[in-house]
């Protein structure tokens, strides 16, 4: 018996432990949802004839000519205005990728990997949409908030809830882990 409670024992500390971990993966998604939702970016022609506004998701939010930009005709302005919308959709791609990884970490190379296909379809280098990003302006830092209470899944993705053990059976290491949480509540 003292084997198998050693071994119950070690697979609850486990258990544990990875509940831990998904806690401090987690804890930011709260924030990082506001900053994402909070996320703008802006681009403006070379001229400063139009100015584009996105948000989240390369949404665009605002577009803006001005008279001499309007005054340039249809196909110019046409063209000023899909490479102006690139590089808004483009900062806002960029910046949505660095606010990801500040939240859940570098494993994944997010902010490289958003970098070397925008340089491939921009035709441009990886150095300079990494300098872009630096010129861009900082999003402030979110108050630190306690998401301990909030659900991470929908209600759809929430496991099923236990089965019942038959009455009277289980091992003596299942009746101890049932009597020792029906202790903590």
Known sequence: MSAEF?????????FQASIRNVDDRFAGVGAM???LTELRASASSPDGGVTVVTGPGGAVL???????ALAKGP?????????????????????????????????????????????????????ELRSKLAEAPASPAPPAEDFSEERVLRQSDAPP????????GGSAGDRFLRNLFDEED
Do not use: C, N, Y
């Open 75 to 127: 196909q110019a302005l046409s063209a000023t205005l899909l490479t102006t919308l690139r590089e808004a959709v483009g900062e806002a791609a960029r910046r949505q990728a660095v606010i990801v990884q500040e939240h859940m970490g570098d494993g994944l190379g997010l902010v490289d990997q958003v970098l070397e296909t925008q340089a491939v379809a921009f035709g441009t280098s990886v150095e």
């Open 62 to 68: 605002d577009v803006k000519f001005t008279d001499a």
């Open 33 to 35: 949802r506001q900053e």
């Open 161 to 168: 809830p236990p089965q019942a053990p038959p009455a009277g």
């Open 6 to 14: 050693d071994q119950l024992v070690t697979e609850f500390e486990r």
